[in-house]
């Protein structure tokens, strides 16, 4: 399912407008990237959490020359499945 058919099967669920439903969902991942890149963690019970897991620095090596490189230390989002979404999920 990509972008288009969510907010389809939105309009469809909440019996609104696409436009609304377009707004809605696109406020929904709005609010969670501005949360989340603020180091805030999203909870939505029953579907799971998103925040930010760091990454230390560690040793890498360039595939094309195996020279040993330096991966520098970073952030990165992260998301992980509620309770309720995997019980649906392995049950399918």
Request: no cysteine; proline share 4%; aromatic share 6%.
């Amino acid at each position: 399912m990509n972008k288009t058919e969510l907010i389809s099967a939105v309009a469809d669920k909440a019996e609104i407008s696409k436009k609304d439903a377009d707004k809605a969902v696109n406020a929904l991942f709005d609010t969670i990237v501005e949360s989340v890149a603020k180091d805030e963690r999203v909870q939505i019970v029953g579907f799971g959490t998103f925040e930010l897991h760091s990454r230390s620095a560690r040793q890498g090596r360039d595939p094309r020359t195996n020279t040993p490189i330096t991966i520098p230390a970073s952030r990165v989002p992260a998301f992980k499945a509620g309770k309720v979404f995997k019980d649906a999920a392995a049950s399918k």
